[in-house]
């Protein structure tokens, strides 16, 4: 059975950095495509980033640089560097794996197979 577990969620001022981990068991990071996902209040769920078979990464627009997506295929965990927070980054953020796309074009959901619990990232002013 897949699981994914997502830790290294924080409370940090504005301007702060934080690096999420995803750990998974029963599923190989890097064989096919993963990604993180946040849920803002009062918003819908959102594709964070996301990582191909091939390495090739692709990010939200409004992200703008500040995050960086990577996986450790001999740790074989997943990682979000988040960099120079707003309280906008404030959310639940959450580890998806996908059950047999090696291509994903976009930070899209539906891609999406298996989901961790998230870890909580507060960003305060």
């Known amino acids: 059975q897949v699981q994914l577990v997502e830790s290294g969620g924080d409370s940090v001022q504005a301007g702060g950095s934080l690096r999420l981990s995803c750990a998974a068991s029963s599923y190989t990071f890097g064989e096919r495509c993963a990604g993180w996902f946040r849920k803002r209040p009062g918003k819908e769920r959102e594709g964070v980033a996301i990582?191909?078979?091939?390495?090739?990464?692709r990010y939200e627009d409004s992200i703008e640089g500040r995050f960086h997506i990577s996986q450790d295929n001999v740790k074989n965990l997943l990682y979000l560097q988040m960099n120079s927070l707003t309280p906008e980054d404030t959310g639940m953020y959450y580890c998806?794996?996908?059950?047999?796309?090696?291509?994903?074009?976009?930070?899209?959901?539906?891609?999406?197979?298996?989901w961790g619990q998230g870890t909580l990232v507060t960003v305060s002013s």
């Open positions: 998806a794996a996908s059950l047999n796309r090696r291509t994903c074009n976009s930070p899209n959901a539906g891609y999406f197979y298996y």
């Open positions: 990582i191909q078979a091939d390495g090739v990464t």
